[in-house]
């Protein structure tokens, strides 16, 4: 099994910053994807940001140069920092990691750590 933990959520006003971090833990052999998603009340979960191995990443466009995703392979672990945050990134933040278990593949979520952004 793999479990993802997250941390580093809480409340900030508009124009703050928070930074979370995900560690992974379990029987993996390689963590291929890491990545943060995040779900807002009454809607569907989107994706905030990806990095690979290789430390390639991607955006969505709503966090696009507020955001940085980066990752610790040492640690197995997955960061988020979000500077100039606004009311509308008030979320439940979750971490996914994909790759590769002692076994088989696997596609795992963290328990998500909430985000609120008061204005």
């Known amino acids: 099994q793999v479990h993802l933990v997250e941390s580093g959520g809480g409340l900030v006003q508009a124009g703050g910053s928070l930074r979370l971090s995900c560690v992974v833990s379990?029987?993996?052999?390689?963590?291929?994807?890491m990545a943060w998603y995040r779900q807002a009340p009454g809607k569907q979960r989107d994706l905030v940001a990806t990095?690979?191995?290789?430390?390639?990443?991607n955006y969505a466009d709503s966090v696009k140069g507020r955001f940085t995703i980066s990752r610790d392979n040492a640690k197995n672990t997955v960061y988020l920092q979000m500077n100039s945050l606004k009311p509308e990134d008030t979320a439940v933040y979750y971490c996914?990691?994909?790759?590769?278990?002692?076994?088989?593949?696997?596609?795992?979520w963290g328990q998500g750590t909430q985000v609120t952004v008061s204005s």
């Open positions: 996914n990691a994909q790759g590769r278990g002692y076994y088989s593949d696997y596609a795992s």
């Open positions: 990095i690979t191995s290789g430390h390639s990443t």
């Open positions: 379990g029987s993996i052999n390689v963590i291929h994807i």
